[in-house]
């Protein structure tokens, strides 16, 4: 297993957990423009980085992609779904958070669960990725829900965090993404 530093208020995965990072979809993968697309739908925008070279703003280090201001910063070996967890942090920030942001979200246990809900729900706008192959990614990262599955959690368990993401603008009330990041 990966070593990886957890955050405040969060558990580490289960000691047994496989992180199996061949198994993800990456950022090259995607069509060309798809994400960045994606991105600036919302007024935000994507940088991406030279293979290689460090990702600014990841608070995991590594490929992982990160966060600073407004701008989401991914490599072409990031993993889609990390891509998509932090540009959901992003937009659930509130305003006054999102204009100090660097790195860290600082994000509480509500907000990160509706981050890992509406990443889920972003998989979607990318034809190329979808929902299932980030329930799958999330499962193969060794996202770790108390039901066993990113999938059990998104489809049994997810209602506080819909209710949050319906809370502050970012989906409506069928649960349709808003385009729109969070006002307050």
Wanted: glycine share 8%; with cysteine; net charge negative.
């Amino acid at each position: 297993m990966n070593s990886t530093k957890i955050k405040p208020g969060f558990t580490s995965p289960p000691d047994n957990s496989r992180i199996d990072e061949n198994a993800v979809m990456r950022i090259n993968a995607l069509i060309p423009g798809r994400l960045e697309r994606l991105v600036s739908d919302y007024g935000f925008k994507l940088v991406e980085i030279a293979p290689q070279e460090p990702i600014p703003g990841s608070f995991w280090g590594d490929d992982e992609a990160g966060l600073i201001g407004e701008c989401l910063y991914v490599r072409g070996d990031t993993a889609v779904h990390s891509a998509l967890h932090e540009f959901a942090h992003l937009l659930c920030v509130d305003p006054e958070r999102r204009a100090r942001l660097h790195t860290d979200a600082q994000s509480d246990d509500q907000e990160e669960i509706a981050v890992c809900y509406l990443q889920i729900l972003l998989a979607d706008q990318l034809a190329d990725f979808g929902r299932e192959r980030a329930l799958t990614d999330m499962d193969a990262w060794g996202y770790s829900f108390r039901l066993g599955s990113a999938r059990a959690w998104f489809e049994q368990d997810g209602a506080d965090a819909y209710a949050w993401l319906q809370h502050f603008g970012l989906i409506d009330a069928d649960g349709q993404l808003t385009f729109k990041a969070r006002r307050s």
